[in-house]
């Protein structure tokens, strides 16, 4: 039987989130939650949108999982915080995994945590609590990701790093062997790391440069 699942969250990610678990038998999505001055429709993809000062009487621990569906707001705090005000108040938390993710079954995947379909895990990784890594995303062996971190699409993380507590890893971003990025790290799109960085270091590529020309002159 399915259990009864609680999605935190009424913006894109909690969208995403509904999306991926109602392909998930093994959950059953009742709604959402949200903070009372955050809540606008009272309605989410089909399903209610309840204020989150009210979830411990509408939908007690007992009865549910819960999902806290927020992106890498504030640097991962805002999903953090409420996370663990959920986890004081004895909710137990589902995560997920895509059935299309390439897995080694050794890896440790801590609670709220979400990996995105094409992502591939070597072994011997170890995932924290509420972690997400986005589509199409390789993790190298051996490798360790702390508490809330964000790990964008299509990025690369080569063996034995070590990402940071609340550390944002953007889209497409590479990240070398034996790196260590301190707790709360933000590595921009596109940006290659080959040093350790310090904790709540901010580090970003080029931007691209546009060219004088129109792109009809350009031979491909």
């Given at each position: 039987?399915?259990?009864?699942?609680?999605?935190?969250?009424?913006?894109?990610?909690?969208?995403?989130?509904w999306a991926r678990?109602?392909?998930?038998?093994?959950?059953?999505?009742?709604?959402?939650?949200?903070?009372?001055?955050?809540?606008?429709?009272?309605?989410?993809?089909?399903?209610?949108?309840?204020?989150?000062?009210?979830?411990?009487?509408?939908?007690?621990?007992?009865?549910?999982?819960?999902?806290?569906?927020?992106?890498?707001?504030?640097?991962?705090?805002?999903?953090?915080?409420?996370?663990?005000?959920?986890?004081?108040?004895?909710?137990?938390?589902?995560?997920?995994?895509?059935?299309?993710?390439?897995?080694?079954?050794?890896?440790?995947?801590?609670?709220?945590?979400?990996?995105?379909?094409?992502?591939?895990?070597?072994?011997?990784?170890?995932?924290?609590?509420?972690?997400?890594?986005?589509?199409?995303?390789?993790?190298?062996?051996?490798?360790?990701?702390?508490?809330?971190?964000?790990?964008?699409?299509?990025?690369?993380?080569?063996?034995?790093?070590?990402?940071?507590?609340?550390?944002?890893?953007?889209?497409?971003?590479?990240?070398?062997?034996?790196?260590?990025?301190?707790?709360?790290?933000?590595?921009?799109?596109g940006a290659t790391?080959?040093?350790?960085?310090?904790?709540?270091?901010?580090?970003?590529a080029p931007e691209?440069?546009?060219?004088?020309?129109?792109?009809?002159?350009?031979?491909?």
């Amino acid at each position: 039987m399915a259990e009864q699942l609680l999605i935190y969250g009424n913006g894109q990610m909690a969208e995403l989130a509904w999306a991926r678990f109602r392909r998930d038998p093994r959950h059953s999505v009742v709604g959402f939650a949200v903070d009372r001055s955050l809540l606008g429709e009272g309605e989410l993809c089909g399903l209610p949108v309840i204020p989150f000062e009210e979830v411990e009487r509408r939908f007690p621990p007992s009865a549910v999982r819960m999902f806290v569906a927020v992106g890498p707001v504030r640097n991962n705090h805002i999903r953090a915080d409420r996370y663990l005000r959920a986890k004081s108040m004895g909710y137990r938390f589902a995560s997920y995994v895509s059935p299309r993710a390439v897995i080694d079954p050794a890896v440790r995947i801590g609670e709220n945590c979400s990996i995105g379909d094409n992502v591939v895990v070597d072994p011997y990784v170890r995932f924290g609590d509420d972690v997400w890594i986005g589509t199409g995303a390789v993790i190298g062996h051996h490798s360790e990701l702390g508490d809330h971190c964000f790990v964008g699409v299509n990025c690369t993380v080569l063996g034995s790093v070590r990402i940071g507590a609340y550390s944002l890893v953007g889209a497409g971003a590479v990240i070398r062997d034996r790196i260590s990025l301190g707790d709360g790290s933000i590595v921009g799109v596109g940006a290659t790391i080959v040093r350790d960085t310090a904790p709540e270091s901010v580090h970003v590529a080029p931007e691209a440069v546009q060219l004088p020309i129109s792109s009809g002159r350009v031979r491909l």
